[in-house]
């Protein structure tokens, strides 16, 4: 496309001259920059335009280009929102974008249920629900909630647990009102969960006045044993704040950010300030950062924080000027709901509480390139050596291993691992259930497990709704596949990815015996030395493979071999299951019971004239 033929030339004239985003495609498909205009056919043909002014950057960028599509907007605004999403779909290698945001931990508060449960999620909901995030630290979070609990105790318990009516453990140390046997009201207990937002808000001096309120509406009531626990929680509350260190005298809520950079890694530490007190701070890592300047860098972290983000402050305290800054501060009004303000302090206390984050940062930015530069020394070597031994263009960034278990063809199952950079990726492990392939035939339950994996990241490629992120397991694409076995199962694998059009994807077969690597298309196998790298490498993918597989095929057995015929009628879910063992005491003894003594027990006709077919 860089050379711009006759076809290219047309469609650049083609393109409207209106505001909306572009995609950048290279030859397999992948969207590698997401960009917005104002104009979309001026910043398309500047990109192609000979002697137009280019960092190396946007120059390597342009050599990766092939082919680009357009989406239109509305205006400017509608745009920006449109880029924000369409870069969090398709995490394109050339954009700006927070290091694994959709594994941040976000704490939930289902403020409309009468006894809300409170626990964690990784997905923000349009449900009603309160949400507090993005955390990167999922231990730090986990310890937020363990203090919590002891100051303001909540149930976390599942459904299935809270239904059966009996307190727990939690009840008796402490951390929990018991609201499943009645032992708080639906009101206290709501009340209770607007503390607990409010703690996790950082409106400390709102907590405090309500439960002042509350102590004294206990000791006017001469309930002392309430106003003394009331009294404790503020003290402790108290405390708590104390802690905070006061930062200024606003009282809008403020987050302070700053970032550090070296060589191609960019740290970043955005610090909350509510009350105009420090409440917490988080870092996150950006990727596709390295070479871009300042106004860009913040403005395209700005994007991806906020645009998941569960709270956005009146203010936005930055190190330094952003690209587009009345665009973006428009953007986080939308979100906000109200104004805000992205300010940049020259002087004064702020302007130093920006400088002592930037230390922060840059002393995280360090401990994470020791522990990545060990971790490189260990994983570069093997997977250049890998690269090697395969004839790879290059060394594979994602290995994805396939493996199936099953035993004569029952309970079979697939299993996918995910190698990132040499390390285990196991959030994106994911398992298959055999639903298609009848009997003990591998070959055939590795093409099902395939097929299905691949199409998954067919339609995830030519989707365009941005707000569907989708699987990320699913969405990203392999550098390289292993299939655990022969020359029969990579035969089988082979076949498939050429029929969905994955076929220039690297698939190599892994057979246990000699350790040997199969190619498509190569008779001789390709050995590699037991103690190499690249081999340790093989191994350990596979291995991992076997145990994943092997760990989920055990787990469907025992669910099989622990399952009830009452299972398989439909209209007997969980409820009524147990209401049936409790009214016979045996599968035996309903299988003797009448019609009528079964309906007796709470099932409907219909249902019980099943049951007693089935049984």
Known sequence: MADTSDAIRKRLRAVPDSPGVYLLRDSTGQVIYVGKALRLRDRLRSYFTPGYAQTPRVRDLVRKVFDFEIVKAANEVEALVLECNLIKHYRPRFNIRLKDDKNYLYLKLPVSERFPRVHYTRRVLDDGALYFGPYTSAQSLRSTVKSLRQLLPFRTCSEDIFKQGKVCLDFHIRRCPGPCEGRISAEDYQARIREVGFFMEGRS???????????????????????????????????????????????????????????????????????????????????????????????????????????????????????????????????????????????????????????????????????????????????????????????????????????????????????????????????????????????????????????????ALRREDADDVGDRSFSSRPDLVLIDGGKGQLNAATEVLEEIGFADIPTFGLAKEREELFAPGRTAPIVQEHNSPGMFLVQRIRDEAHRFAITHHRKVRSRKALSSPLDSVEGIGPARKRALLKAFGTLQAIREASLGQIVAAGVSQKVAVRLKELL
């Not at 309500?210 to 404790?232: I, K, V």
């Not at 972290?301 to 305290?317: D, E, I, M």
């Not at 939308?334 to 230390?359: D, N, S, T, W």
Request: glycine share 8%; hydrophobic share 35%; proline share 5%.
């Open 205 to 459: 001096d709102l907590l405090t006045k309500e439960l002042r309120g509350r102590m004294a509406g206990a000791a006017e009531g001469l309930d002392f044993e309430n106003a003394a626990r009331y009294r404790d929680q503020l003290l402790a509350i108290e405390k708590i704040a104390d802690r905070q260190k006061v930062l200024t005298r606003s009282r809008d809520d403020q987050d302070l950010v700053a970032y550090a950079r070296e060589g191609q890694d960019v740290y970043v530490e955005v610090a909350y300030v509510r009350q105009g007190k420090m409440v917490g701070h988080d870092g996150h890592s950006l990727e596709g950062a390295g070479e871009v300047e300042e106004p860009e860098l913040l403005r395209g972290f700005l994007l991806q924080y906020y645009g998941s983000a569960t709270h956005v402050p009146r203010t936005v305290v930055l190190p330094g000027p952003i690209a587009e800054t009345a665009l973006v501060a428009d953007w986080l009004a939308q979100r906000r709901g109200g104004p805000v303000e992205v300010h940049v302090p020259q002087r004064g206390r702020r302007r130093h509480l920006v400088a002592q984050l930037a230390e922060t940062a840059s002393e995280s930015l360090r401990q994470l390139r020791i522990q990545g530069d060990y971790d490189r020394s260990r994983t570069d070597p093997m997977l250049d050596a890998l690269a090697q031994a395969l004839e790879l263009d290059s060394p594979p960034k994602r290995i994805e291993c396939y493996d199936i278990s099953n035993i004569q063809g029952d309970s079979a199952t697939g299993a996918m691992v995910v190698f990132e950079d040499g390390r285990p990726r196991s959030e994106h492990y994911r398992n298959f259930k055999i639903k298609y392939t009848p009997g003990p035939n591998d070959f055939a339950m590795m093409q099902e497990v395939l097929r299905r994996r691949f199409e998954r990241l067919e339609t």
